[in-house]
């Protein structure tokens, strides 16, 4: 099994920037990818960017040129860079890794969430 601890979020201005961080650990072989997630109130959970552990990033539209995903150099840790931000970036922010050991099939494990709050 594996544990996401999620650091980072908080009360931001409009414009400004915040970094989310998430710290995989536990039994594993290995994490696969890793990502993020986010949920406003009264909306669907909705992606925001992804990244494997070989460095190939997705994001969605909404972020593309103010977010920026990456992994740490132990491939089990995650950052989300999140600069001009805006009130509709507001959000809990849920972290997920993809792991697997040697023989299974990829398996999503999710965090607790992280609240994001931009003030206009």
């Known amino acids: 099994q594996v544990q996401l601890v999620e650091s980072g979020g908080g009360l931001v201005q409009a414009g400004g920037s915040l970094r989310l961080s998430c710290a995989a650990s536990g039994s594993f072989f290995r994490v696969n990818a890793m990502g993020w997630y986010r949920q406003a109130p009264g909306k669907q959970r909705e992606l925001v960017a992804t990244?494997?552990?070989?460095?190939?990033?997705n994001y969605a539209d909404s972020v593309k040129g103010r977010f920026t995903i990456s992994m740490g150099n132990g491939k089990n840790t995650a950052y989300l860079q999140m600069n001009s931000l805006d009130p509709e970036d507001t959000a809990v922010y849920y972290c997920t890794a993809d792991w697997s050991y040697p023989t299974t099939k990829s398996i999503r494990s999710w965090g607790q969430g992280t609240q994001v709050t931009v003030s206009s």
């Open positions: 990244i494997t552990t070989s460095g190939s990033t």
